[in-house]
């Protein structure tokens, strides 16, 4: 093997080949450092005197399916010009890693197809090794990420495990990525991010959140210039949920069995979206017979058809006079369910109509939690909660099949 092979294959500059061995299936290539390449590590100076050296084995490259390892005395210096006495830097190595630079690279593009226990068999290493590498690449990168360049962001949190753990997930609408994940929910899980953000001098200009009164308060309270804009797939949640409890309260006021059994059944059928109904299940038919032999459950439902259409709106104008609409609608119809919610939609109509303002909504705060739920599926689970969390700020840059 010549030495010009150490640089052409392996990336070695200044370094010398000595000798190889094959030994218990490997390839060790011996290899020194030249001695004009000597220098202080301190100050870089080359007046240095040898003091020493200590033999030490540095994983490289596999040729074909063979470990292959550097054996290299590395050598101690006593610098003339600092005074003090060191080893030398290896420049091919990071401190303290038993593998080279070009063994990292190369893990972390076979991480980009293959799971960490994946790469770990083929490369013949701990399942630990590999988690390391991509650890430390993600935290190179990830651990702070830019935000001055931040316009609008979308608020939410993920629930991640058993016993109502969450994390709150902060996203960058304009360019897909997660700026932020902290631990818990509400607005103590957001105050690390306010800190960042304050010192990144990030202007802000609108906030999609849903219509929790913490993530409110905390948006009000630190970004006072910016235009909190109510996810509209939350505001038709929130109705569902309410739907839901109302078509449960009716069950169980009814006195007949036939208004039990017109009832049972008909909760998807409620929260369903009338172009979703199955006809071949005959959906469609058992809503309406639902629908016509209770008028409460009835004016409840058409209602809430109706407030899908407040986002489809030509204009801001058109959609305030069309929730005015429907909120006096709802008041008429005598339904406490029904007052309450359009009392709750009066309240937040600002952010509810500052969608026109701001076309935007949590949904791809949303995908990005699906993501997140399939990545922690696949890699059954998390135990080291900063590499998860590294993982998340780096999920938008996945191009393949997600893998744990």
């Known amino acids: 093997m010549s030495t010009s092979l150490l640089y052409h294959g392996f990336g070695l500059r200044g370094y010398e080949h000595v000798r190889t061995y094959y030994e218990g299936g490997r390839i060790i290539f011996k290899i020194r450092k030249r001695g004009d390449e000597l220098r202080c590590p301190c100050c870089g100076s080359p007046d240095v005197v040898r003091r020493g050296h200590v033999e030490r084995f540095f994983r490289c490259l ?69 988690k390391d590498i991509e650890k430390r690449n993600l935290r190179k990168h990830f651990t702070h990420p830019k935000l001055r360049k931040l316009k609008r962001i979308a608020i939410d949190e993920i629930s991640v495990g058993k016993g109502h753990r969450y994390l709150t997930i902060v996203l960058d609408l304009g360019s897909g990525a997660v700026v932020f994940v902290g631990d818990g929910k509400g607005s103590e899980a957001l105050a690390p991010f306010w800190t960042r953000l304050k010192r990144s001098r990030a202007k802000i200009k609108a906030v999609a959140i849903d219509m929790s009164p913490a993530y409110i308060s905390a948006v009000m309270e630190n970004l006072p210039e910016a235009t909190i804009v109510f996810d509209h797939f939350h505001v038709i949640k929130l109705f569902n949920e309410k739907l839901s409890d109302f078509r449960r309260a009716l069950y169980h006021q009814a006195t007949t069995a036939m208004g039990k059994a017109v009832l049972k059944g008909t909760l998807w059928l409620l929260l369903k979206n009338p172009e979703n109904l199955d006809e071949t299940r005959n959906e469609h038919q058992r809503l309406q017979e639902a629908l016509q032999l209770n008028e409460p459950l009835s004016i409840a439902y058409y209602l809430k058809e109706d407030l899908r259409q407040l986002w489809g709106q030509p204009n801001k104008r058109t959609a305030r ?62 135990r080291d909660m900063e590499f998860f969390k590294l993982k998340i700020m780096a999920i938008h840059q996945s191009k393949y099949a997600l893998v744990g």
């Open 62 to 130: 596999p040729i074909g399916l063979k470990p292959v390892w550097f054996l290299l005395a590395v050598q101690r210096v006593w610098c003339m010009a600092c005074g003090v006495v060191r080893q030398v830097r290896l420049g091919f190595a990071e401190y303290r890693r038993s593998y080279t630079k070009g063994y990292e690279r190369y893990a972390l593009e076979l991480l980009r197809h293959m799971t960490i226990q994946d790469v770990a068999r083929h490369l013949g290493v701990s399942w630990d090794v590999i």
């Open 321 to 382: 006079a069309f929730l005015k609409d429907w909120v006096a609608r709802a008041r008429a119809s005598g339904i406490k369910m029904l007052t309450k919610f359009a009392n709750t939609m009066m309240a937040h109509a600002s952010g509810i109509l500052a969608y026109y303002n701001y076309p935007i909504s949590t949904a791809p705060l949303e995908g990005t939690n699906n993501k997140i739920k399939v990545m922690k599926r696949q890699a059954y689970g998390f």
